[in-house]
């Protein structure tokens, strides 16, 4: 194989690692906003409950009437409090998976079940870092091995069929040769 194919792949294969190593670093910043996520949330409902207990109500109570207000704005904060209720639970089961998961799972957890707002926020001020972790080398490593053989095959297929078709053009231009008359 050229130099040149060899310098391309190993380019590709340490930008393939570079970008896999992120992963982890990804899932670690989008676990510290879910964290912060449900602490929020849980703050707005423990004020939101303790007003509730200072009016008699219990929580599932008090979400009932503000939704069966007859006033629009009292009926979506009803609307709006069940919604933050479910979403903690949501949210708490989500970070349970991820204390409940071995290293190499956290990204496809992430992946999986991942909430569209706190990964697309995670996104907007993601800050990429050198892995530390093992999981953070381990994916450096793959990517690395990624990028460098998806390199590699494609050069090899491309050289192939540009030789096929070479050889395909050299057969058509060269011109058959001239058929001499036999003596007998």
Not at 148 to 173: A, M, N, Y
Request: proline content about 5%; aromatic content about 8%; charged content about 25%.
């Amino acid at each position: 194989m050229p130099g040149l194919a060899r310098t391309i792949a190993v380019a590709m294969g340490l930008i393939g690692g570079v970008v896999a190593s992120q992963g982890p670093e990804f899932a670690q910043q989008y676990r510290q906003r879910l964290g912060g996520a449900i602490d929020e949330l849980q703050r707005v409902i423990q004020r939101f409950d303790t007003d509730a207990g200072a009016n008699g109500h219990k929580r599932s109570d008090a979400i009932d009437r503000l939704r069966g207000s007859p006033d629009s704005l009292v009926s979506r904060q009803g609307d709006a409090m069940r919604a933050n209720v479910e979403r903690l639970e949501r949210l708490q089961r989500h970070r349970q998976d991820f204390v409940d998961a071995g290293p190499f799972d956290r990204l496809a957890i992430m992946l999986r079940d991942a909430d569209y707002d706190l990964a697309e926020a995670t996104y907007h001020d993601f800050e990429p870092a050198v892995p530390a972790t093992h999981e953070g080398v381990a994916a450096a490593a793959a990517g690395l091995v990624i990028g460098w053989g998806l390199t590699l095959l494609s050069v090899t297929f491309f050289r192939r069929v540009f030789r096929l078709g070479r050889r395909d053009t050299w057969r058509r231009r060269t011109p058959a040769a001239p058929i001499q008359p036999t003596r007998t």
